[in-house]
């Protein structure tokens, strides 16, 4: 399965990002109660469930479909929407951070370092 990459209309559809999950094996998360935002290695940020995608103004952009692909690379032509672009440009990321935000360890330990807040 391919990953939607653009409303219809706009760019090339769909991608298959190198490092996508098999669909099978992987399928898509439970998107019960909201929206699932998926960073995918080396892609975009997949979108899928219960959304809305409004600009900074708070006008709302349509999405076109309900599973969507949010460029991260920044060299997309049709952002905020991935148009494939990232794999000609040798877009490198991980899905996952490999540490916290360092304020996501602040509040973990507290402003004292005290890991009991
Ligand atoms: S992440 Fe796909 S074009 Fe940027």
């Known amino acids: 399965m ?12 769909v991608s298959q990002p190198a490092a996508a999950p098999d669909p099978i ?4 998360p439970s998107t019960a109660g909201g929206a699932t935002i998926t960073p995918y290695r080396d892609g975009p940020l997949i979108v899928r469930g219960d959304f809305r995608l409004l600009d900074q103004d708070g ?9 969507i692909a949010l460029c991260r ?9 991935c148009d494939g672009s990232h794999k000609r440009a040798g877009f490198s990321a ?24």
């Open 94 to 117: 991980p899905s996952a951070p490999s540490r916290p935000r360092p304020a996501a360890r602040i509040l973990r330990q507290g402003p004292e370092g005290d890991p009991a807040r």
């Open 59 to 67: 006008a709302e952009i349509d999405p076109g479909r309900e599973t």
């Open 2 to 13: 391919g990953v939607p990459t653009a409303p219809p209309g706009q760019g090339r559809g």
């Open 73 to 81: 690379c920044g060299k997309s032509g049709i952002k905020p929407f």
């Open 25 to 28: 094996e992987d399928p898509a």
